[in-house]
Structure formats: C-alpha cells, structure tokens
C-alpha cells in the first residue's frame, strides 16, 4: 500500500484524489493547506486521516510513502525541496517549476537525498499517447514529418486567479501551452530552432501564444495556446503514410484515429470512468515498488529538456517573471 499526502487542495488535487480511490494499492493518507478548514473539508471527503493547516508541517505525517504537489506553479520548487529534504518521494503537477535553474536543483536534491521525484505530466501516460507512440513505432504511418497540437479555452478575467496573475505564474504559455510542447518533445524530441510570438494581456502575462518548432531532419512542430477562445484541442502526428488524430480533448483524450493516405481509417478508443490521473499514479506506484528513484516513461531528463523548451519560448516572447528570474522586465 502506497500511502500519499497532497499539499494544495485545490480542483486538480479533488481529481487526482478521486482517481486515487480508484487505484488498487494506493490510499490517501494526508493533506495539508494553508486553510485547516478546507485541509480538514477535503480529508473528510476523501477518507485522509492526517490533516494539516500548513504545507511545511505534511513532513511530519507518521504515515507517508509519497506526496502529490499540486499548489500554484510558484509553489512547485519550494514544496518539491521541502518533501525531498525530508526524503518523502514527490510527485508534482507542471510545470515541474518556474525555470530550468528551479528544475536543475530539484533534481540535485532527489539525487542527492536518493528519493524519487517525477513531474505529473499525466497525458504522457494515458492509453492513448501509449497507442500513439506504438503505432508511430510500428512504422504504420510511415515517417514522421511533423507535429500540430492546440489547447484554448476562454478563461473567465480573473486577476486574483492563477491563469491571469503573474505573481502566481500565470499566462497560458506554462498553464496550458506546455502540453502541446510536451507532445512535439515526446514524439520529435529537441528542436533545432524555436519561434514563437505572444499577445500579452492587462497584466502582463501571455494570453496567446503561437510556436513554430523546426529540426535538423526538415522536421516541424506547429503549437498553441491560448486563454482567449475555444479552441479544437486536437493533436496531430503527420506522417508519410498517414497521420494520427488524438482526439478533443487531445490530453485526456480516450481516442484516436488513424487516417491512411489511402482514405482509410482506423479508430481506437479507451474508455475510462476516471479522469486520467489513475495511469500516472499506477506509475508513481510501481517505481516505488521497484526501488527506482525516477519513471522510464517520464525521466528527469525529459523534465529538464521541457522546462528548457518552456524558457526558450519565454525567452522569445519576452515572459519574463522577475521574482523567478532573477533579472529586471522589459
């Protein structure tokens, strides 16, 4: 039995705790919040038996095999350090911090403390990016040439809430846009080169932006994001032979089709009565069972290279956050 603890109650920690309850071998055990009420709310709701009205206290739960981050992105490397300095394994939400300097120390911590650590990059493990990657091994659709993935929806204006408050880290670019960067990195690896523009908002984060990632085999990533509009939220492998469609809501998707160049299709569907998280904890669970200090399917390596993806992008747009960054805005 995997005993976890969740620091950050909040919509995502109520998802992953409701497939939690799903996961055979596995138990919350503990929450901590910087509300005790809603730490005490959430445990009753969910069978915890330890409650905390701090994040620095769930280290001292007598009961803890891992815990799952899940506070605001400024949290993220701070609360990472803080259960690895203890020993506990983590499990935390992306983006896994607020850049690569942030993302460097966590993983000399784990290392150094031998405790394991992953970022929650949960679409990497659903059934369908599974399927995808198989059948792009497979050599089905032929050579790859390249990769087209959006995620938007309209996010009420709210300058207190995560997605519009660049004292939170926000801005769609590291809340939503780094799951199609995610996608072109899984299926395409590093790119050569990076372009990328933004529309900025009233406060000074990107609502919008657009990335055209190139490679040295003639490759190609077209990526966005955006908190403006609905968008299709489809992803695309495009291939010699054919392509890949994932399916609306492409990151937890529970479809995808195979579309030939010969008109034909193929349509494979996963259904789940969860949200998805199950599959990443399923992970979680068996590297801790194993002894492994890191996942196969999502190493620190892989989380290294996207957090670098994620500041050249920055770095093209301009998004700098200077408490993070250690340097002025432009």
Request: with cysteine; net charge negative; hydrophobic share 40%.
């Amino acid at each position: 039995m995997i005993r976890w603890g969740i620091i950050g109650p909040g919509r995502i920690a109520h998802k992953f705790a409701q497939d939690l309850m799903q996961v055979e071998g596995a138990k919350l055990m503990a929450v901590a919040s910087r509300d005790l009420g809603r730490a005490q709310l959430f445990a009753r709701e969910y069978g915890a038996s330890y409650t905390y009205g701090s994040y620095e206290e769930i280290v001292n739960c007598p009961e803890l095999d891992a815990v799952y981050i899940a506070s605001p992105h400024v949290g993220h490397f701070d609360h990472t350090l803080l259960c690895l300095n203890a020993r506990i394994p983590v499990l935390c939400e992306k983006p896994f911090a607020m850049n690569t300097a942030q993302v460097s120390e966590m993983i000399h911590v784990a290392r150094s403390q031998n405790t394991f650590l992953m970022e929650a990059l949960w679409t990497r493990f659903l059934p369908t990016t599974l399927k995808t990657l198989e059948i792009i091994q497979s050599g089905a659709i032929g050579k790859v040439l390249g990769v087209k993935a959006d995620f938007g929806f309209k996010a009420p204006y709210d300058v207190d809430k995560r997605t519009f408050n660049k004292s939170l880290g926000g801005g769609a670019l590291l809340d939503i846009g780094i799951y199609p960067l995610f996608f072109s990195y899984l299926v395409l690896g590093k790119p050569s080169k990076i372009k990328a523009q933004a529309i900025f908002g009233e406060t000074n984060v990107d609502e919008s932006t657009g990335m055209v990632l190139t490679y040295d085999d003639e490759k190609f990533a077209f990526l966005d994001c955006t908190f403006m509009a609905k968008t299709p939220c489809e992803a695309f492998v495009l291939g010699e032979k054919g392509n890949i469609k994932i399916h609306t809501r492409w990151h937890e998707s529970k479809a995808i089709t195979v579309e030939y160049n010969d008109d034909t299709t193929e349509t494979f569907t996963f259904e789940r009565p969860t949200w998805g998280y199950q599959y990443e904890i399923e992970e979680v669970n068996a590297c801790l069972a194993a002894g492994k200090l890191e996942s196969d399917g999502w190493s620190l390596t892989d989380s290294m290279n996207l957090i670098s993806l994620l500041d050249a992008v920055r770095q093209e747009i301009g998004l700098v956050y200077k408490d993070f960054d250690k340097k002025e805005e432009a």
